[in-house]
């Protein structure tokens, strides 16, 4: 059964569309990327999937943990924001966007849980540790806020923030851009077995073709707000048949 | 200098007004602890001087109502003798210090030791509503948090609380749920009062001016204070008694007496602290009789 | 002879580059061959004949232009050439593994645990997967010095071997060989000789690319001689 299946889905800002017919489905355990240069609607594909923008046209299906397949666009705020709480998580490009910056690194990874209603601060804070040794961020940092933290810190605590609560699909964009190469190689490295160990179901934006290779089974390469091009990551990387694919393979290599 | 003698309306504020805020007024007491938008207007005082108290006591004050007004727990302060002038001159009614007596009482910050009665109605002047503001700026997301009632948030503030200091630092403004549904903000109560709003018999109406939001408790409403499991909330506790009147159990005042830290602790609250003086002298003449 | 593990029929492989004004290349043309399980077979022709392009193929790394790569083993029945990601996922994680010379490096990872890693994927317990590992890596002479170590800083002789050794932990119906023993000196090159005798031995289909004659003579049920299969390079 999958977790998510979208099917045709468009986003238009205005009279131009962000995405457009995009189709594909997702099981649990599954690392799809999405791939393309900035401009390209991957990153309004994802807040599409993820009900932060509107469908324009196009159905997102979410199978529930009951089993129970809900049309995304016909539920309440509510119960949007009751996943969000509970099932889903999003790692931001940004880590500003993603964490509270005057909150500390135990306070952030323990909001989820007190979101879900947990009331006891020595669980809490044992969670949130336990996380904290999870992501690679020493024990004596607990109570540090953020913005004194590295920016590959950054994104290790934002990701310990969503994945404390077991979420089941985890949406991230862009996570590694921004970070040096060897600080991206090593949260490439935790997002991989993370995932794996969790049995995950991702979708990843990115424009860097490494990082889908490193971590996703399957690639869809976004053009001017279509897939062009989709399949097993290592045969669409390997084995372009689009030309804009062939393109960006290309110039990767060169690069 | 010859100036023209102006006749104000009966609590300074015009008869529309008075009904738009009763109305709002009305709404918060019929959803207890929800922030109820309204129309705030000028009044003869200085924003976040108090006008949103200002405005509901103008909106409530009628020819038999008895007003006092204290601000920390005493009604001598400047401000508390202000407003109360203020009202007495604009309205002409009857104003008291005692406690028992008033039917309106308008304060900033304190709650009367003497416990309230039924019908007694308590106007609170609030500088912040918003207890989710200083996690949460902006306004159409807070709103989403209460409609959706998502609190996980005002919890890790008290987490914050306890992470550095190893208790809940709070002691004014302490986050109170009411009638098990809406997130408060005592605004800017000591939490030492905030069990005297669990079940109390009197009428709380909450006004914030400068952030125009009208919210209330209404007699018999449960309302509790927020704590975690293995940090339940606990009030402020004095250990010392009243330096002038020997009470225990009640909000203390420092005085500082010297510049060596020679300090006294007397109750905030003027008009209890009289009392029981007075109680405590009578008592003591009839021993010596 | 029952089924064969792996059957290829009329398989054809081109490819166009775009970024060439669409040149097509044509690599393969009406290529067929069967593995049966229990036999090696080995792609036999000169280099650029395409033979990595068919273990590729095989494997759903690249993608066939027509033509048919049917998989018949562990209740599988499919043909890659037109088989979705998932199925092709799946048919790697319990039909068939794929041996190269090189070691996609995972950083931070120790040796004994790039070596185990197939094996606890797919269910095995951590001491015994990597008590597993860790004979493999003695057979092929890395010393266990080096095995708690990342493979990244290893010279690349090292890097080979572990890499064999990975490719070799799991036993599947269908092992896909490209040049596992290029460049390794002659006593790793016969235990991987033995380690290929033994997955025949439990009944492994294993189609291979051999350069070093020796080896080749000695693995070898049958050759495919690929450059029979070969197109003739067109230009559009």
């Known amino acids: 059964m999958p977790i998510l299946e979208v099917s045709n889905l468009g986003h238009r800002y205005g009279d131009r569309y962000g995405c457009r017919e995009v189709t594909f489905d997702l099981w649990p355990g599954e690392v799809l990327a999405i791939v393309g240069e900035s401009g390209s609607g991957k990153s309004t594909l994802l807040k599409t999937i993820s009900q932060r923008l509107n469908p324009t046209e196009g159905t997102v299906r979410y199978w529930a943990t009951d089993g129970t397949p809900l049309d995304l666009s016909s539920q309440t705020e509510g119960e949007i924001r009751r996943l969000w709480r509970t099932e889903w998580g999003f790692v931001h490009q940004n880590s500003e966007d993603g964490l509270r910056m005057r909150v500390s690194a135990g306070g952030n990874v323990g909001e989820p849980l007190m979101a879900n209603g947990l009331r006891h601060y020595g669980k809490i804070r044992e969670k949130a540790l336990e996380w904290l040794e999870r992501v690679e961020i020493p024990s004596s940092r607990v109570d540090d ?103 960006l393979v290309s110039s990767i290599l060169q690069g | 200098m010859n100036s023209a003698k102006i006749e104000y309306n009966i609590g300074y504020i015009d008869e529309q007004t008075k009904r738009m805020i009763r109305r709002v007024m009305l709404k918060a007491v019929a959803i207890p602890g929800f922030q109820v938008p309204f129309a705030s207007r000028e009044v003869p005082l200085p924003r976040g001087w108090g006008t949103g108290g200002v405005q509901l006591t103008a909106s409530l004050i009628g020819k038999s109502d008895v007003l006092k007004v204290i601000d920390q727990g005493s009604d001598d302060t400047t401000n508390a003798v202000s407003i109360r002038k203020f009202f007495h001159r604009v309205s002409s009614v009857e104003t008291t210090t005692d406690t028992t007596q008033a039917t309106l009482i308008q304060t900033r910050h304190r709650i009367p030791e003497t416990p309230l ?89 909450y006004g914030a001016g400068r952030e125009k939001r009208i919210y209330a ?28 009147c020997g009470s225990t159990g009640v909000y203390l005042d420092q005085i500082i007496t010297d510049d060596k830290g020679g300090a006294l602790y007397v109750c905030s609250d003027s008009d209890y602290c009289a009392n029981k003086f007075a109680q405590l002298s009578k008592e003591g003449e009839g021993v010596s009789e | 002879m029952n089924q064969p593990v792996l059957r290829v029929s009329d398989l054809n492989k081109s490819f166009t580059m775009h970024l060439q004004s669409g040149k097509e290349i044509s690599v393969l043309n009406g290529l067929e061959f069967e593995v049966h399980g229990g036999e090696c077979v080995v792609l036999d022709g000169s280099s650029g004949a395409g033979k990595s392009t068919i273990l590729k193929m095989v494997f759903g790394n690249y993608l066939a232009t027509s033509g048919h790569i049917e998989l018949h083993a562990r209740g599988f029945n499919i043909d890659i050439a037109n088989a979705d990601p998932r199925t092709i996922l799946a048919a790697r994680r319990n039909v068939m593994g794929y041996v190269s010379q090189f070691l996609r490096c995972v950083p931070r990872v120790s040796a004994l645990d790039v070596v185990a890693e197939p094996l606890i994927e797919r269910g095995t317990e951590y001491v015994e997967a990597t008590s597993r590992a860790a004979e493999l890596l003695s057979r092929l002479g890395i010393p266990e010095r080096l095995w708690s170590l990342p493979p990244a800083t290893f010279s ?66 049958r050759l495919i001689p690929v450059e029979d299969y070969v197109a003739l390079e067109r230009v559009q």
């Open chain 3, 156 to 221: 690349g002789g090292e890097q080979q071997r572990v890499n064999i050794a990975r490719g070799f932990i799991v036993d599947l119906p269908l092992l896909l060989l490209d040049e596992p023993t290029a460049s390794l000196d002659s006593k790793n090159s016969r235990v991987v000789i033995d380690l290929i005798a033994e997955k025949i031995e439990r009944g492994t289909a294993i189609l291979g690319i051999f350069h070093d004659p020796e080896v080749r003579e000695i693995v070898a049920d």
């Open chain 2, 217 to 244: 408790i209404p007699p018999y409403t449960d309302v509790e204070s927020l704590g975690f499991e293995d940090y339940p909330f606990e009030p402020q506790a004095f250990e010392e008694p009243c330096a002038i």
């Open chain 2, 117 to 205: 009665q039924e019908g007694q109605i308590m106007v609170y002047q609030v500088p912040l509503p918003e207890p989710l503001r200083f996690l949460e700026p902006r306004e159409t997301e807070t709103r989403q948090l209460h409609a959706l009632n998502e609190y996980g948030l005002m919890y890790v503030k008290l987490y914050e609380d306890i992470a550095k200091y190893g208790h809940i630092a709070k002691t004014y403004d302490y986050p109170v749920i009411v009638n098990g549904r809406y997130l408060m903000a005592p605004s800017p109560t000591p939490s030492f009062d905030n069990p005297k709003l669990h079940q109390s018999p009197a009428l709380h109406l």
């Open chain 1, 145 to 247: 806020p953020p913005t004194s933290f590295s920016g590959g810190m950054r994104q290790r605590l934002q990701i310990a923030r969503n994945l404390v609560v077991s979420p089941r699909l985890v949406f991230m964009d862009e996570p590694t851009s921004g970070l040096d190469v060897s600080v991206q190689a090593r949260l490439l490295d935790l997002i991989r077995s993370l995932v794996s160990d969790l049995g995950l179901a991702v979708i990843i934006v990115t424009h860097d073709l490494a990082v889908a290779r490193m971590i996703s089974h399957r690639t869809l390469v976004m053009k001017d707000g279509r897939v062009i091009e989709s399949g097993l990551t290592d045969r669409v990387l390997d084995d372009p048949q689009a030309p804009y694919t062939q393109l």
